[in-house]
């Protein structure tokens, strides 16, 4: 149960985030798989952990940038590049708690190559 708790924990923190900075269908989405997490098992969520929706191209959350042009509602006072590298950094603690699992796809695997050159972790 602990890979599970740290997956709960890192899709718990991009929600959190998400919410925070008033993308709330976003963090919906990770709360919608995080709640399946909890009550299906690992199993049962993960080709969407691993697949193209979370890590693939256009349109897939590991494509979201957040710029206010894009996001008229966010914060005011949010500094978008702060943002993004948080966004960035948490996608990377989640891709890292998904491969700690023992969970892996083409998708993951390059995604998180990029992601821990992008927060600076090795």
Request: with cysteine.
């Amino acid at each position: 149960m602990e890979p599970e708790r740290e997956i709960v924990r890192a899709l718990n923190d991009l929600a959190a985030f998400l919410r925070r900075i008033n993308l709330r269908a976003h963090a919906e989405d990770f709360e919608v798989l995080r709640d399946k997490l909890v009550r299906e098992g690992l199993e049962a969520v993960a080709s969407e952990l691993t697949g193209v929706n979370l890590w693939g191209g256009a349109g897939s959350y590991f494509d979201l940038y957040i710029y206010r042009e894009g996001f008229p509602f966010l914060p005011a006072d949010l500094d978008t590049q702060a943002a993004n590298k948080e966004y960035q950094c948490l996608l990377f603690r989640l891709a890292s708690v998904l491969r700690e699992a023992g969970l892996s796809s083409y998708w993951l695997e390059s995604r998180y190559e990029i992601l821990r050159e992008w927060c600076g972790s090795g």
